[in-house]
């Protein structure tokens, strides 16, 4: 019996099946410093303990997408070292803010199912849950991928597809307790607009861009413990339809994150994933570029000190962005759009 | 109204006028790791926290040069965003010494303009100062860049060019509170030379060279959350005089100053910035070489522990510095000399 | 008199030397991001504090092999800045376990000397001892460089090779005080196999490859404050026999062993280093496969809660490993096999 990890196959899942993923993650100030260095971060609560504090947080939280890439890392080798492709995500929302010392391990139940009309491939829904070392849950959303049949001959599961929520309701999004935004700082934060200057509609030119290089996304990928192989092994690669290593599409998730802050200084917190693709893939060489547009502009019940801010944040490689880039006529994604991420933000506002 | 950071044109600067720089960083071990692995730093209290204490740190202080960078960083979306060039520095002093945990800020004072006879760009001259979250002063320095007008009809300022000391005067030396390098282990340190073997005049070829590749320096650049967009976006580069991205002159002072503990193993403590030219540009793939020459040595006012060096610091491209590559006849640096650094460090000494 | 380090030659070698190895190193949270961002480690203990506390450990230990790169590099100054070859390691056990906070220091004693029959190398054989701030023994290693003669004339020393272990005894592994690996928990580790699952002359492909950047083993290398100027000095590189920057063999080690989890996922805790090989030079751009051999299986007197297994890490450039390549038929190393590492790991057994 071989020791190493084949990964499942699309008929190793069946529905409700729970998958308990493995290598829990102490996150340090090691990691936090990576990610700054990999990416640029500048939201002031990321970067500055004391004014992280000043917000009622218990220190300086990780950039909630490195939160996300923590806890995304551990469900690769249970989930998807055999998918075809990453299709979709759901219902993401972000609960406990991590802080520096915190352990956070992921756990996975399949939600849906359905095999493809070829039979060689299906595709598998999961609903994976973040928690830290108290059991607060830190991120839950859904994803699916499309993966192959080992066995062509195992028999067909019944189709299961999970109604899924095409938004979260801005009811629904966590606002982790103690959280007060009205001391907040634009001066030191670096931007002076907040939730009110916004508008449905507004759409942001994140202007500039930034060069992948193969080492850069090699150790943030790594850092994650994500072990999906295509990122990493050139020797393989060489004969892929491509020829080249791909980036993992979280990179650039963070990326583009990183890239918005010119023009978004002050969307630090993110609060939910509603939708999210990967619309084309990513090279080193690649340089990537980004805009926003706001989807939509909510108040928070109760709050006078936050806003919420449904955004859409696309990424493009070696295509500026003044003209807004995003889906042909045909519908489809042009051929420079990388990512298309629809998710929500809390802001302060001036109350 | 544009919500991205257009930075400050010429016109946009005045005299006096004081800008809070955004983003305070709380500075980690995470930080001082990564500055290990870009620049191979050796220097004993800068590596080993007990022995940082033995000489009266509070713990293990970070480079001097990595609080540079620190504080530098946050006054690139406000000054230098539409420069042309950085021009020159003068009149830096170290403070307070920066420990992990710490989080520094930065604000500037603008305390000189001269519009160039062109009409289309001037010199602006600031004195940026770093604290620490006790609002203890890590550093203060003066700056100056030539950045672009905008608006080509706008008025000229009256000149003002500030007196500036060609060299911070050993007395105006900042000794740390409680600093005693008598205890200092030159065993453990790597180098049995201290202030007492260095001679005025004497130059020191620091030998090692050093590759720069592209993830390196934009890892750097991130970490000292400096902005300035040449350094990350191959795309525009492509089109730029080199066709390539350009390095921050702070990543080569600090090249250079990690190779230079090869012949001065016992610098650990930079006190002043008299001067600096960031000489010629360098680029991805270049081989750093470094040469010093002591330029000074004073005794300190009641101190046996400790002595200064005033050092000149050279670094060069693609060229070994046995033979001290400077300036040539015209007076003109070399074209393979990338910096000129004028600096006092504080050397314990035999007492 | 020169400043610079010439480091040491082989007639500057002498039988029973003491060297006292500069630049002591605390090791923190910062180096193990570093660590797990450049190879992808995912031992549970080094992951994830509450379970490696779990098993007696007083925190977050580092892997094993990063603290043998944190006491070898300390030696490379004063022992193989002149060294041809790397010849060869025995006698490796390592002791307390290092936490982030701990500082590592190295002192090595020269136990044999051969001049080679050519007049201009001899072979140094030295024996490095790391201790942590307690002075307790975390790595005790002997290994043999070629050294070269800077003046030929310097007379010949009397031969002496010191008698090395094949193999440390079992009996003489260290196992830290406190540890107890009877509450692991292989769902989380993820991987179900224990010490009972190996049987010795088992091999086990670890399939995946990872490709190596210039940038990732130069951060790796002057992370670890390793010298040695050929991995960084593409200027004079050019002009070597490869045309090349060589990687520092250490990185293979640990890119080897950051592979093995995959089939090895249980051992996460090294005991000793029987003997090891550098079998060819890797660059970057070379693809890093890695198999397994187990050499042998062995009870640890007294204890039912692990067992000690002696393995044999090989690992490959460009040659994928499912067919185990290794040696040719005249007995050397086949070309594409760049490390040959002969070791012992501590896994959990179910008693």
């Not at 959303?141 to 979260?168: H, Q």
């Not at 019940?301 to 801010?309: F, Q, V």
Request: one cysteine or more.
């Amino acid at each position: 019996m071989t020791k190493t990890n084949p990964g499942n196959f699309f008929e190793d899942f069946s529905l409700g099946q729970e998958l308990v993923h493995a290598t829990p993650r102490t996150v340090t100030e090691g990691d936090v410093s990576l990610y700054t260095a990999l990416y640029g971060f500048r939201h002031m609560p990321h970067s500055a303990e004391p004014y992280a504090m000043e917000l009622g947080f218990e220190a300086m939280p990780l950039d909630d997408m490195l939160a996300f890439h923590m806890v995304f890392g551990k469900t690769v080798p249970d989930v998807s070292l055999n998918a075809v492709a990453n299709l979709g995500y759901a219902a993401g929302r972000f609960g406990a803010p991590v802080y520096p010392g915190d352990t956070v391990r992921t756990t996975s139940t399949v939600i849906g199912l359905k095999e493809n009309s070829n039979g060689k491939t299906g595709v598998v829904y999961v609903n994976s849950v973040g928690v830290n070392q108290k059991d607060e849950v830190v991120l839950d959303y859904v994803r699916w991928v499309m993966v192959k049949k080992k066995n062509l001959d195992a028999p067909t599961p019944e189709a299961v597809i999970p109604e899924l929520p095409k938004v979260v309701d801005v009811d629904d999004l966590v606002i982790a307790e103690g959280l007060d935004f009205s001391k907040y700082d634009c001066e030191l934060a670096g931007s002076p607009h907040l939730w009110e200057d916004y508008e449905v509609g507004e759409k942001i030119d994140h202007i500039d861009g930034m060069t992948i290089e193969e080492a850069e996304h090699q150790m943030a990928t790594r850092l994650y413990q994500n072990t999906a192989k295509v990122h990493f092994d050139q020797f393989a690669a060489k004969d892929n339809r491509f020829g080249k290593r791909l980036i993992y599409g979280g990179h650039i998730i963070s990326l583009a994150r990183g890239l918005s802050f010119n023009g978004l200084g002050n969307a630090f917190k993110v609060a939910a994933i509603n939708a999210g693709a990967h619309a084309n893939p990513t090279f080193s060489g690649n340089t990537i570029f980004a805009w926003s547009e706001v989807l939509d502009k909510q108040e928070i019940k109760g709050r006078s000190d936050m806003g919420a801010l449904r955004l859409r944040l696309v990424a493009t490689k070696d295509q500026p962005t003044e003209g807004f880039p995003y889906k042909g006529e045909d519908g489809k994604y042009s051929p420079d759009v990388v990512l298309d991420l629809d998710y929500w933000v809390l802001m302060p506002r001036r109350g």
